[in-house]
């Protein structure tokens, strides 16, 4: 399957920094990626939707503020967490979507702690 | 009621059975059908991808949908220990976003 790059793999940082995440498409050029948000033993929650080129799509109850999303190009989109805070904790992971089949392929994650 | 639904398990197997994995789901409109695997602490990993209904078979794995019934299947044969998972069913009707069930937790005895 497609590889999907997300760096860094861990991240820890304190209260009130911001904390960068890459997502990069290997294999092909992504027009859509997604970035999704984890709870423990949860299933994936969908944050934004990442356009090349284009404001990104926020869901419902997701502050745009707080977590920028940059896709400057077509493999690779960024998630800024703004002034993080603990509750900003969690699993992160991306995805890029295969624009022919609509296959997604996902990043291996990163874990933010915001101590 | 939600838009994909999936018992979320746990599910508990010897190893070398037969696994059945299941979702149903309310949407006519989906067309594209995935199931992925996530190991803890892991992104998910996209395991069958069926486009409309019908079977797929890649290696111990069987992928069905069957549209008419809005049923999916995911068969896995002669389990294995590091088949041990959590396995996450997922479709869409194309440019829209995936939408997934609540994910099966699988364990595979030695």
């Known amino acids: 399957g497609a590889v999907v790059s997300q760096h860094p793999s861990r991240v820890i940082c304190k209260s009130g920094t911001s904390v960068k995440i890459e997502c990069r498409s290997l294999d092909f050029q992504a027009t859509t990626m997604f970035w999704y948000r984890q709870f423990p033993k949860k299933s994936l929650m969908l944050m934004a939707t990442?356009?090349?080129?284009?404001?990104?799509?926020?869901e419902q109850g997701v502050e745009k503020d707080k977590f920028l999303i940059n896709h400057a190009s077509l493999t690779l989109s960024t998630l800024t967490v703004t002034s993080a805070h603990p509750e900003d904790s969690s699993f992160y992971i991306c995805?890029?979507?295969?624009?022919?089949?609509?296959?997604?392929?996902f990043g291996p994650g990163t874990r933010l702690t915001v101590t | 009621q939600k838009e994909v639904e999936q018992d979320p398990g746990p599910l508990s197997v010897p190893e070398g059975a037969i696994v059945s994995l299941n979702c149903t789901y309310s949407n006519s409109a989906f067309q594209y059908f995935m199931w992925y695997r996530q190991y803890s602490r892991k992104g998910p990993e996209l395991l069958m991808y069926t486009y409309s209904s019908g079977n797929k078979e890649d290696g111990r794995f069987t992928a069905q949908v069957d549209k008419s019934s809005k049923y999916i299947s995911l068969f896995i044969r002669d389990s294995q220990p590091s088949d041990s998972a959590t396995y996450l069913c997922a479709m869409t009707g194309g440019a829209q976003k995936l939408v997934f069930g609540q994910g099966t937790r699988l364990t595979i005895n030695p």
């Open positions: 990442s356009n090349e080129g284009s404001k990104a799509t926020y």
């Open positions: 995805s890029a979507r295969d624009p022919y089949s609509y296959e997604q392929y």
